[in-house]
T-cell receptor
Framework: QSVLTQPPSASGTPGQRVSISCSGS????????VYWYQQLPGTAPKLLIY???QRPSGVPDRFSGSRSGTSASLAISGLRSEDEADYYC???????????FGGGTKVTVL | QITLKESGPTLVKPTQTLTLTCTFS??????????VGWIRQPPGKALEWLAV???????RYSPSLKSRLTITKDTSKNQVVLTMTNIDPVDTATYYC??????????WGQGTLATVSS
């Protein structure tokens, strides 16, 4: 049981917009930054979004992040086949004094 | 350019101690703000954070595994070592180390699979 809650799956057709939610609490998302990671099949996770809505260089602007209260979301616009991957949210948890991850969302491009 | 690489045994017997080494380049763990963390992923399951060590030797552990984990650094060798005691088959996972800075875990190693079996 992950501290951060994500839907197990999401899907869309090429070109569509897909949104993934990440629900937490006041001890994590409500008081700390949210990070998103993309994990392509058989590879290590890759940082996609940091500090809620910042993209590292090289990450397409099709990916965007937002945070509101104790929840966050990742949006993928103009969905492409290469976006098929698992996506994880993460945040620092003040009560646990450690990092917490979501359970991951598998995005399928139909 | 920051790179990290994990190394360790591929097969471990139950009750033994697992020792994993993260060898990195492109940054120094003596630089203010730098850290290295360990995250694991059982086959087909989610990521789980284990521990992190910072430039000032400050350490944090997952509360659920704290009694079994020890993280140390060797700044001169650019290495971070994680030991996990009393290994069980449920600890079978790919273990990743990652650079921790002001952008969270922004660089990851390729991971090393450790299988626990007698």
């Amino acid at each position: 049981q992950s501290v951060l809650t994500q839907p197990p799956s999401a899907s869309g057709t090429p070109g569509q917009r897909v949104s993934i939610s990440c629900s937490g609490s006041s001890s994590n998302i409500g008081n700390n930054n949210v990070y998103w990671y993309q994990q392509l099949p058989g590879t290590a996770p890759k940082l996609l979004i940091y500090r809620n809505n910042q993209r590292p260089s090289g990450v397409p602007d099709r990916f965007s992040g937002s945070r509101s209260g104790t929840s966050a979301s990742l949006a993928i616009s103009g969905l492409r086949s290469e976006d098929e991957a698992d996506y994880y949210c993460a945040s620092w948890d003040d009560s646990l004094s450690g990092w917490v991850f979501g359970g991951g969302t598998k995005v399928t491009v139909l | 350019q920051i790179t990290l690489k994990e190394s360790g045994p591929t097969l471990v017997k139950p009750t033994q101690t697992l020792t994993l080494t993260c060898t990195f380049s492109g940054f120094s763990l003596s630089t203010s703000g730098m850290g290295v963390g360990w995250i694991r992923q059982p086959p087909g399951k989610a990521l789980e954070w284990l521990a992190v060590i910072y430039w000032d030797d400050h350490k944090r552990y997952s509360p659920s595994l704290k009694s079994r984990l020890t993280i140390t650094k060797d700044t001169s060798k650019n290495q971070v070592v994680l030991t996990m005691t009393n290994i069980d088959p449920v600890d079978t996972a790919t273990y990743y180390c990652a650079h921790s800075g002001d952008r969270g875990f922004d660089y990851w190693g390729q991971g090393t699979l450790a299988t626990v079996s007698s």
